[in-house]
Nanobody, 121 residues
Framework: QVHMVESGGGLVQAGGSLRLSCAAS????????MGWYRQAPGKQRELVAI???????NYADSVKGRFTISRDNAKNTVYLQMNSLKPEDTAVYYC???????????????WGQGTQVTVSS
């Protein structure tokens, strides 16, 4: 019942910027935390940033000061503004959301399909 659609990935030169979006749709009652993860070739998936329902955020040390996570609760959408991109940011980026389905009282985690971000030097 839940569909999370990501957009905004692509190719960018080092030092450039991208803005990722992820919109959740379906029989959603509420969304708790939303986050972004990434997985580079040959690497484990890692947390990039997370934002809870109250707007509190946490970031991986590698992206602090460069990335900003935000959300639009009315649109069930989470964003990741990525500035000063580096080649090491190259990865597939996945959004996720801990959300409560209509008719349920506990949250479960749902994932987007992933969007490729490639940063060239």
């Amino acid at each position: 019942q839940v569909h999370m659609v990501e957009s905004g990935g692509g190719l960018v030169q080092a030092g450039g910027s991208l803005r990722l979006s992820c919109a959740a749709s379906g029989n959603i009652f509420s969304i708790d935390a939303m986050g972004w993860y990434r997985q580079a070739p040959g690497k484990q998936r890692e947390l990039v940033a997370i934002i809870n329902s109250g707007g509190s955020t946490n970031y991986a040390d590698s992206v602090k000061g460069r990335f900003t996570i935000s959300r639009d609760n009315a649109k069930n959408t989470v964003y990741l503004q990525m500035n000063s991109l580096k080649p090491e940011d190259t990865a597939v980026y996945y959004c996720n959301a801990d959300l409560v389905l209509a008719g349920w009282v506990t949250s479960y985690t749902y994932w987007g399909q992933g969007t490729q971000v490639t940063v060239s030097s």
